[in-house]
């Protein structure tokens, strides 16, 4: 079928046309299979996103269809990614609490964001922008971001809580600490979906083996009641140190209401002021500064109550019967009074919120799933919004991009078929940004999923669509059955996933290829690991570095003084301990000239004439200068002018026609002249032994001559 090409352009999925018969068989059975995958995997990653688990449902749906329509590769699957959501919670944790309406928000307003941002590259074909971050960096980055993935997972392994902090390591060491506490149940459950996807994948890997771990798992906690919650006032938490933290964090949450009730009273009057016009300038900027205190006091009380949630979780009860129908009372572990008897089990608080406290006394299960679709509706912002989120958004549009290209091009090996990054770059763009209006978070390709649709035998983007549509059944009629999932088979999800992604071996290839490539990939994992759960932080730090040493490079780039070698080619003088020419002086450049190694080549070139002062020629051999700036024909013009001055002259070989175009562009060409510049070193060192000849200068033949004629380069 022939389609206009500006319409295939638009519209890229019509590649596909003619549709139907076998490809449409094959692409159903790869997106029912990629859909038994997605469905847990997704919720996994909302829950490494701090999200509840069912958002994880809304960026499986319709950003996994937009991207395969208007993307470019026909077997890349989108959706939620382990790195681009420890990139999201990373990003957002310092702005809202986990898991909250605010937080959720931001998630939402970071997918547009990072979709906008990435269709703005794609439409503009601003692709190469993702160069900046090189494969060295990305590694390093990889592999530091799923080893803090992994140890993520580590207390819903365990059943114990985590804090959040500024310091990833020191809530993993919180962590460890309370080993001893560790639930039983919750850490069977966890290693038992290990167990089954391991084995799954090593003895049956076509079959689904997340979602058979997933269903097993549902099923025994369902059983088994897993799950156990208790509600309870604070009157009922028989620990002097919790009922403290109670009181203060629910004095504080009546302070925070309070704040909110006077700025949104300030906002009305301020919108009223300004409708009013006239001169209230001075009253318009009072409002404006008690609104900014008011917003100091609420983010104040906002952290501390967030400090406070953290050290209630740490806390853990057992459950006493209250004597004469009062209600039970949860007193510290090991500190219940002579004669009372517990309940046997084990019970944190959850979640306080005003005088009403949300007890887990089991293991936690994943819980309502809200039943139908997604609403939609663009994320609310503000630019104070935009302005905190606007860096997070530009790393994870570029490590999302990167990691969806590569492996987009690792499937075109396969299948041959021409991968465009801008087109992509539209498809992940647009996939986002419909994620937003349906309330996901950032997506991107997913190296573990294309993997299984193209081994499924995927012809088309359409088995992506095929997906979506078994992701959509999901929601509107299967949700019941995820009640009773377990949060640590969630864990053990993430936890199987990333476990691919550590490659050391990586890390030792690119120190192997080039020591500063090495320096930049460990640098960046150090700093991602130091820095978390700032990775974006981490991953600046080594594309910044990664930069800063390529400019290193090629400040000093090789040079050599040549001679004639016995084999009659021309090579390094001192590496092979050939003798010096007085009359030409040969001097081979390996480099752009720009801006950051002229000071190095002048000193270079008069080094090397100061070396052979007898020699009346210099040939600079310039095959390897690929490019020249303002900076290298200023400095190039003045030692022209220099070395003339004292006698000497400047011959030029085998420069290409970009250096010529700028040599004639500025006059240098005019300067240096016609007759001194060849198409090659041989021509150059014949031309200057023969006007030594005819100025009747005597000569040792140490650089031999060719038997080639006079004649200049025309370019």
Do not use: C
């Not at 902090?165 to 993993?172: Q, R, T």
């Not at 900014?292 to 952290?303: A, I, T, V």
């Not at 991009?401 to 498809?427: C, H, R, V, W, Y």
Request: aromatic letters at 8%; zero cysteines; a neutral charge.
């Amino acid at each position: 079928m022939n389609i206009p090409p500006h319409l295939q352009r638009l519209l890229p999925f019509l590649r596909w046309l003619p549709y139907g018969g076998a490809t449409l068989r094959a692409d159903f059975l790869a997106g029912l299979t990629v859909a038994l995958v997605l469905v847990p995997q997704s919720m996994a990653y909302a829950q490494l996103a701090g999200l509840p688990a069912y958002y994880g449902l809304y960026a499986g749906f319709l950003p996994v269809a937009v991207a395969a329509l208007w993307g470019s590769s026909n077997q890349l699957g989108t959706g939620p990614v382990a790195v681009a959501s420890l990139l999201t919670a990373s990003s957002l944790a310092p702005l809202a609490a986990v898991g909250s309406e605010q937080f959720v928000a931001l998630a939402i307003l970071l997918a547009l964001l990072v979709g906008l941002f990435q269709l703005a590259l794609g439409v503009f074909k601003l692709g190469v922008v993702v160069n900046f971050l090189s494969h060295p960096v990305i590694v390093g980055f990889t592999n530091a971001a799923a080893m803090i993935i992994g140890l993520s997972q580590l207390n819903k392994l365990l059943g114990v809580p985590m804090g959040r902090s500024e310091s990833f390591i020191n809530d993993i060491w919180g962590v460890l600490l309370l080993v001893g506490d560790t639930h039983l149940p919750t850490l069977a459950m966890g290693l038992a979906a290990i167990a089954i996807m391991w084995a799954i994948r090593k003895w049956r890997p076509k079959l689904p083996g997340v979602l058979i771990a997933v269903a097993i798992t549902t099923v025994v906690s369902w059983q088994v009641g897993f799950e156990r919650n208790a509600t309870a006032t604070v009157e009922q938490i028989a620990e002097p140190e919790a009922q403290a933290l109670l009181a203060e964090f629910v004095r504080a949450e009546s302070r925070i209401k309070e704040i909110n009730e006077q700025i949104a009273a300030k906002g009305g009057e301020l919108k009223q002021l300004q409708k009013a016009g006239g001169d209230v300038g001075h009253e318009v900027a009072t409002l404006h500064y008690e609104i900014e205190l008011l917003g100091l006091q609420l983010k104040d009380r906002e952290d501390e109550n967030r400090k406070r949630n953290r050290a209630l979780r740490s806390f853990v009860f057992e459950q006493a019967a209250g004597a004469n129908d009062q209600p039970p009372a949860f007193y510290a572990v090991g500190r219940l009074p002579a004669g009372i008897r517990s309940d046997g089990h084990r019970w944190r608080i959850a979640k306080a919120s005003g005088g009403t406290l949300k007890l887990i006394g089991g293991g936690e299960v994943v819980g309502k799933v809200p039943e139908g679709l997604p609403s939609l509706s663009l994320p609310k912002f503000s630019w104070e919004a935009i302005g905190s989120l606007l860096s997070a958004a530009i790393v994870i549009s570029l490590v999302g991009f990167m990691e969806a290209i590569s492996i987009a091009k690792a499937i075109a090996a396969k299948t041959k078929q021409k991968i465009d990054p801008n087109q992509e770059l539209i498809g992940q763009g647009l996939a986002n940004i419909v994620g937003a209006a349906t309330q996901a978070f950032p997506v991107s390709g997913s190296f573990s999923r294309s993997a299984v649709n193209i081994n499924a035998g995927a012809k088309t983007g359409m088995s992506s669509v095929i997906t979506a549509v078994f992701v959509l059944l999901t929601l509107l009629f299967l949700t019941p059955l995820l009640y009773h999932l377990p949060q640590a088979v969630l864990a053990a999800v993430i936890i199987m996933a990333v476990i691919g992604l550590i490659n050391f071996g990586a890390v030792k290839h690119a120190w192997q290829a080039n020591k500063h490539d090495g320096i930049a990939a460990v640098v960046t994992f150090i700093a991602t690991l130091a820095s978390a759960p700032h990775l974006d932080k981490g991953i600046m730090v080594g594309a910044g570095l990664a930069i800063v040493l390529y400019l290193y490079r090629t400040m000093s780039p090789r040079v050599a003084i040549l001679g004639r070698f016995h084999d009659g080619t021309l090579r390094d003088a001192k590496v092979h301990n050939l003798p010096a020419s007085k009359t030409v002086t040969a001097v081979r450049f390996d480099g752009r000239l720009y801006f950051a190694n002229v000071a190095y080549f002048e000193d270079a070139i008069l080094e090397a004439v100061a070396s052979n002062p007898e020699a009346p020629w210099l040939v600079v051999v310039g095959d390897g200068i690929n490019e020249l700036d303002a900076s290298g024909e200023e400095v190039v013009h003045h030692l022209v002018e220099r070395l003339r001055a004292n006698g000497i002259t400047v011959m030029f070989s085998g420069l290409k026609k970009q250096v010529l175009d700028v040599m004639r562009a500025t006059g240098l060409f005019d300067l240096v002249g016609q007759e001194n510049i060849f198409a090659t070193a041989d021509q150059a060192i014949e031309a200057a032994y023969a006007r030594a000849s005819a100025a009747g200068i005597e000569h040792a033949a140490t650089l031999l001559k060719k038997s080639a004629p006079d004649v200049p380069a025309k370019g």
